[in-house]
């Protein structure tokens, strides 16, 4: 038994946008959001769903909010007039207990060159274990 082409098409589309869908609304999860206007990532923890923490982020950036107290991603967005895409923000690991998704966010920090974020969380991390970060992929 053979599906025509068009039924097979929609299936397989259906299915790439359901997993799209589920992106955004996966919780507990270490996230990067590349800006879209250069290769500066930001990475992000969140307990919430990534579509609602997104959202958070963009409407900072919209209201053109920077400062001493803003996330990283907002202020190089305003500062720079660079802007980053809800959809792109891509989920790379997954930890339901917040202190160990705060040392995978640290350890994802480290491994990436472009990351613009200010690694707060890390000064409460060993020396040590920062450094072994850095070599570890992620």
Same mark, same amino acid.
């Given at each position: 038994?053979?599906?025509?082409?068009?039924?097979?098409?929609?299936?397989?589309?259906?299915?790439?946008?359901? !997993?799209? $869908?589920?992106?955004?609304? *996966?919780?507990?999860?270490?996230? +990067? /959001?590349?800006? %879209?206007?250069?290769?500066?990532?930001?990475?992000?923890?969140?307990?919430? !769903?990534? $579509?609602?923490?997104?959202? *958070?982020?963009?409407?900072?950036? +919209? /209201?053109?909010? %920077?400062?001493?107290?803003?996330?990283?991603?907002?202020?190089?967005?305003?500062?720079?007039?660079?802007?980053?895409?809800?959809?792109?923000?891509?989920?790379?690991?997954?930890?339901?207990?917040?202190?160990?998704?705060?040392?995978?966010?640290?350890?994802?920090?480290?491994?990436?060159?472009?990351?613009?974020?200010?690694?707060?969380?890390?000064?409460?991390?060993?020396?040590?274990?920062?450094?072994?970060?850095?070599?570890?992929?992620?």
């Amino acid at each position: 038994y053979f599906k025509s082409l068009s039924t097979l098409g929609s299936t397989i589309y259906k299915k790439l946008a359901w !997993s799209k $869908k589920d992106k955004l609304e *996966e919780r507990n999860v270490v996230y +990067k /959001a590349p800006s %879209s206007d250069c290769d500066t990532i930001y990475v992000g923890q969140t307990q919430r !769903s990534l $579509k609602i923490r997104g959202t *958070e982020h963009s409407d900072a950036i +919209k /209201a053109n909010k %920077s400062g001493e107290k803003q996330l990283a991603l907002v202020n190089h967005c305003v500062r720079s007039q660079h802007s980053f895409e809800i959809a792109n923000m891509e989920v790379i690991d997954r930890e339901n207990r917040e202190s160990l998704r705060k040392v995978k966010e640290t350890m994802h920090i480290s491994a990436q060159p472009r990351a613009c974020n200010t690694m707060e969380y890390s000064k409460r991390i060993s020396e040590p274990l920062l450094s072994l970060c850095k070599y570890i992929r992620v």
